[in-house]
């Protein structure tokens, strides 16, 4: 059984860092990317950043050139770097992974919460 877990959320003032991890394991037998979603209260889940088997990466445009995405550990292991935080990137954060089944399988982590105080 695949399993993402994730660490590194907090609290945190404006203008702040906070690393996030998240570390796949299980039976996945490759995998195409891994990003990170956020929700915020009482909005839409969105798309903040992902990086592919390739190393290509995705950006959400209210976070580029702050946030950088990188992954290792044997491709395994996403981070999300979140530099110059605002009150506005309060949200639970949700690593995903795609994993090279066919059809893909898509697996979620348990999300962490990241607050910014203003």
């Known amino acids: 059984q695949v399993q993402l877990v994730e660490s590194g959320g907090g609290l945190v003032q404006a203008g702040g860092s906070l690393r996030l991890s998240c570390a796949a394991s299980g039976s996945i037998f490759s995998i195409s990317a891994m990003g990170w979603y956020r929700q915020a209260a009482g909005k839409q889940r969105e798309l903040v950043a992902r990086?592919?088997?390739?190393?290509?990466?995705n950006y959400a445009d209210s976070v580029k050139g702050r946030f950088a995405i990188g992954r290792d550990n044997a491709k395994n292991t996403v981070y999300l770097q979140m530099n110059s935080l605002k009150p506005e990137d309060t949200a639970v954060y949700y690593c995903?992974?795609?994993?090279?089944?066919?059809?893909?399988?898509?697996?979620w982590g348990q999300g962490t919460q990241v607050t910014v105080s203003s």
């Open positions: 990086i592919t088997s390739t190393s290509n990466t």
């Open positions: 995903y992974t795609v994993g090279g089944t066919v059809p893909p399988s898509l697996y």
